[in-house]
């Protein structure tokens, strides 16, 4: 289970950065590095969310087809206590 909060932390680190930069530029909208920097992340945050959806469950519905099910309905809602388990500080512990 250490590794799927690994997982989780990092796409979080990947998505605030994205984040940031998407507010950057809001402002500099002709900036052509961080244009380029977020491509950059949005393609590591695409890798390790396809990743996380391999390894356990989808965290949007674009990573939910799989050969023989609709795996988007399996995974834990916000709500129930399996995804929550994942939000916890240090790891769950």
Partial sequence: MNEMFSLMKDISIVDFTMTDL???LDTHPY???AME???HYA???????KEFA???YPLSSEFSQ???????VLSPMPWENEANQICM???GN
């Fill in 22 to 24: 998407r507010l950057y």
């Fill in 31 to 33: 900036d052509a590095r």
């Fill in 37 to 39: 920097y977020y491509s």
């Fill in 43 to 49: 393609g590591i945050k695409r890798k390790l969310e």
């Fill in 54 to 56: 391999m390894k356990y």
């Fill in 66 to 72: 799989c050969e023989n099910e609709w795996r988007w």
């Fill in 89 to 91: 500080c240090k790891g």
